[in-house]
């Protein structure tokens, strides 16, 4: 089977081919007498899984699965899977999270977690589903200012912080520019909570999706793992 014909069936590029066979993803190619790439059925199974997992999952998880996959680790490419859709869950978890505290119209009416004031840059990262370092460059940014504890120097942070650092991390997944999360914030200083709700929103939609690409991408497996099983019983 020639690879413009996968490629043609998929709709992408021969060059998405030679690179899927050139990460590893997909079983080993032999070539003919004059170079040209064999491609089997097997093959065509493998680049359709792969570009059924790719919406929902992405090609840095699709990396590590089909290798997986292809050299009979099943469960632990399973387990892989099952960890995604963890995150996607928590994900959903925050954004839902975002959307409640821009519905309050006071940053007072944040409940202070165990009647604490201030966290640690580590804490707001946990509660935030955010790395430190991204909270350390939204500050170097200016898109938010902690104070500082006047004896160690060390970052500390309120509950209004936590929200800010919430609402920062919803838009940037939406939206990316941080000029946009710079109107955003200017927005809600101002009470005007619209702009920034409606991406939460929108972020919502785009979980929903995802989960929904995801389950397709897992049945796409299945069906790999039964056809591939199939040929090799009727050889």
């Not at 899927?20 to 080993?28: D, F, N, R, T, V």
């Not at 409640?100 to 840059?121: A, R, V």
């Not at 209004?160 to 200083?189: A, C, G, H, P």
């Amino acid at each position: 089977m020639k690879g413009i014909e996968i490629a043609k069936k998929l709709n992408i590029s021969t060059s998405a081919l030679r690179h899927y066979e050139s990460w590893g993803l997909i079983p080993a190619v032999e070539r003919a007498e004059n170079g040209y790439r064999i491609y089997t059925n097997e093959h065509e199974l493998y680049f359709k899984c792969i570009r059924s997992l790719l919406p929902g999952f992405g090609m840095d998880l699709v990396k590590k699965v089909m290798p997986l996959i292809k050299n009979g680790k099943i469960v632990k490419a399973l387990w892989l899977i099952n960890k995604a859709q963890v995150e996607l869950y928590k994900e959903k978890e925050t954004v839902k999270r975002t959307v409640d505290i821009l519905d309050l119209k006071k940053l007072t009416e944040i409940p202070n977690y165990h009647n604490i004031k201030y966290f640690t840059i580590g804490e707001v990262a946990r509660e935030a589903n955010v790395s430190a370092s991204a909270i350390r460059h939204w500050e170097k940014e200016g898109l938010i200012n902690p104070e500082r504890h006047k004896e160690s120097g060390f970052r500390i942070y309120s509950p209004s912080d936590i929200r800010r650092v919430l609402i920062i991390r919803t838009v940037q997944r939406v939206v990316y520019s941080l000029d946009i999360v710079r109107e955003v914030l200017s927005d809600l200083e101002k009470n005007n909570v619209g702009q920034a709700k409606k991406m939460a929103l929108k972020s919502l939609e785009y979980i929903d999706y995802a989960l929904t690409e995801q389950v397709r991408g897992i049945a796409s497996i299945q069906y790999l793992l039964d056809a591939v099983n199939k040929e090799k019983k009727e050889e």
